[in-house]
């Protein structure tokens, strides 16, 4: 395993413990300019389970209560409590492009949103353990000097079989060995979208560390960010682990 990568795992509560992790629930706030977008509740206030090692994700009570969306594998659907499916799509990510896309830089429809924000959670909430999977590819880049900190990178190469915003992603590391940044192209929403997520108020639930606070901002010519508009802003209020 890449050494920056074993000290980032160990930093975040140890390689074992996420490994005995089967399933993650979080429940959080959303916010931004991003969810606008979003039909139905926008994903105000969530409620978000993924498993850990398959790429699927339940949103409940979206996009009304009473309803869930799934991403499962990239396949999305909406479903009411009891499993009755209310709409699917089997390609959800050729829908952001082409003359189908238009639509989508003003409004997306639930299952649009089922996508997007299904990956995404899966991504985040199983990092950093996502990073030492087989299928994805890591190295450590050159160091990164900002807010007159230096922090060190790991330039992370995912398989296509993943659903995730880009190939190509970054994330940086403070001397503590936590995620502080996390670069990426959001490609469904544009190949325009460069973005950079940071990650702080990192806190323990049940002996794994995760960043509580998000914040998507544009990312600028030579990895310069700009301090708005803020795209995306994400608060997990609980997490709970399952084993």
């Known amino acids: 395993m890449n050494e920056l990568l074993d000290e980032v795992l160990t930093a975040h509560g140890g390689v074992e413990h996420w490994q005995s992790v089967s399933a993650i629930t979080a429940r959080g706030r959303l916010g931004g300019l991003l969810p606008q977008r979003f039909p139905g509740n926008k994903l105000a206030k969530f409620t978000v ?21 799934v991403f499962d594998k990239g396949v999305v659907r909406i479903e009411t409590r009891d499993g009755e499916e209310l709409g699917s799509r089997t390609d959800p990510r050729s829908a952001f492009f082409g003359l189908s896309g238009v639509r989508r830089n003003l409004h997306w429809d639930a299952l649009d949103t089922a996508y997007f924000a299904g990956y995404a959670f899966w991504n985040y909430l199983t990092a950093p353990l996502l990073l030492a999977r087989d299928d994805i590819t890591v190295t450590e880049a050159e160091p990164w ?20 915003h880009c190939r190509q992603q970054t994330f940086y590391v403070d001397n503590g060995g936590l995620i502080r940044r996390h670069d990426f192209v959001a490609e469904p929403v544009g190949s325009w979208a460069k973005a950079a997520l940071y990650c702080d108020q990192h806190r323990e639930f049940d002996g794994l ?29 609980d997490i709970e682990i399952k084993r």
């Open 145 to 164: 000097q900002e807010s007159g900190q230096q922090w060190r990178r790991l330039q992370a190469t995912f398989a296509p079989a993943i659903d995730t």
């Open 49 to 69: 389970e993924v498993e850990v090692a398959e790429q699927r994700t339940v949103l409940q009570d979206f996009p009304r209560v009473g309803e869930c969306a």
């Open 209 to 237: 560390t995760f960043p509580t606070r998000r914040r998507v901002l544009p990312r600028g010519p030579g990895g310069r960010v700009l301090s708005r508009p803020t795209l995306l802003a994400l608060d997990f209020d």
